[in-house]
């Protein structure tokens, strides 16, 4: 299984963008899906999680402008992000276990996870 990464690109702030992860391989009934990002000099940061049968959970930093979301096929993830920040630029990483674990969804808040990751598409927010 590979997840593609893509839909980064160069927006001003205000803007809008949308990604997505494609997984190829095989579709995932039961999953957590999450949507990182690092900008340069930085750790990866958690932006978003979406576990099956779940609510999506979001960073504070991206609440109420980002949404997760999944296709009906069930093998493409996306990531739309609206009000675009410039402290919003990083490369964005996706990534996929089906690890799945009932339990507090702040446990999947860190990348170690993941097993499957995307490999970064870069969003740039200019001022």
């Known amino acids: 299984v590979q997840l593609q990464a893509s839909g980064g690109g160069l927006v001003q702030a205000g803007g809008s963008l949308r990604l997505s992860c494609a997984a190829s391989?095989?579709?995932?009934?039961?999953?957590?899906m999450a949507w990182f990002r690092q900008a340069p000099g930085k750790e990866r940061e958690f932006v978003t999680v979406?576990?099956?049968?779940?609510?999506?959970h979001y960073a504070d930093s991206v609440k109420g402008r980002f949404t997760i979301s999944r296709d009906n096929a069930g093998n493409t993830w996306y990531l739309q992000m609206n009000s675009l920040k410039p402290e919003d630029t990083a490369v964005y990483y996706c990534?996929?276990?089906?690890?799945?674990?009932?339990?507090?969804?702040?446990?999947?808040?860190?990348?170690?996870?993941?097993?499957?990751w995307g490999q970064g598409t870069q969003v740039t927010v200019s001022s």
């Open positions: 990534a996929l276990t089906n690890k799945y674990l009932s339990g507090s969804v702040y446990y999947y808040v860190s990348p170690a996870r993941y097993h499957l």
């Open positions: 391989g095989r579709t995932f009934n039961v999953f957590v």
């Open positions: 979406l576990r099956s049968g779940d609510s999506p």
